[in-house]
């Protein structure tokens, strides 16, 4: 067997947006009955065929790395965080669509993944405003997931999604809600 190319893909995101369960269902393919709280990282495997049955078919090995959601603000947490933060290919961001916080959370959740050297500059947002410059030369592509649609009533479903969509801009990324 050819050896697999490497995918390292972080999860990121609040305690209890729903990060173990997708990380599950991506590669499991079943949903995830009762999940608990992770504690430093969890990693889940998938092997993916990409352009499966064409001549340009490549197959990877594609690590989920799920790390616990704790916003603790002590340098410690950041710190020990920080060694998960090595050598990625790709991040999911995760919010709950219901938790106002948990998505205005992801710009720090982005900057202390992809700025893991540098020290915190504290304010993220300022006045509602993002600045989009701070990672005006990120390369690693980003994915905003929103969880938890379904418990948004129908009726409040357009304001809330209206609510996060800037989201994916302020990223450059693509967004999914599930």
């Known amino acids: 067997m ?3 190319d490497r995918v390292k893909v972080l999860v990121l995101g609040d305690s209890g947006v729903g990060k173990s369960s997708l990380v599950h269902l991506l590669c499991q393919n079943q949903v ?3 999940p608990s709280w992770t504690v ?3 990693v889940d495997v998938r092997i993916h065929d990409y352009k499966e049955g064409t001549p340009e078919e490549k ?3 594609i ?3 799920d790390v616990g959601g704790s916003v603790g603000s002590a340098t410690s947490v950041k710190s020990t965080r920080a060694v998960f933060y090595n050598l990625l290919n790709g991040i999911i961001l995760v919010h709950d669509l219901t938790n106002k916080k948990s998505s205005q959370n992801l710009y720090r959740w982005s900057l202390e993944a992809l700025n893991r050297d540098v020290a915190p500059t504290g304010v993220l947002v300022t006045n509602g405003d993002y600045d989009r410059e701070q990672f005006a030369d990120n390369q690693i592509p980003l994915l905003v997931i929103g969880t938890k649609l379904d418990q ?4 409040k479903r ?4 209206t609510r996060t969509a800037f989201l994916a801009e302020d ?3 693509e967004e999914i809600n599930l």
């Not at 948004?152 to 009726?155: A, G």
């Not at 357009?158 to 999604?161: A, R």
């Open 2 to 4: 050819a050896a697999l």
């Open 63 to 65: 690590e989920l790395w």
């Open 171 to 173: 990223f450059n990324a």
């Open 32 to 34: 995830l009955g009762n």
């Open 40 to 42: 430093g990282c969890s």
């Open 152 to 155: 948004i009533p129908e009726t």
């Open 59 to 61: 197959t990877y090995y």
């Open 158 to 161: 357009n304001e809330v999604l």
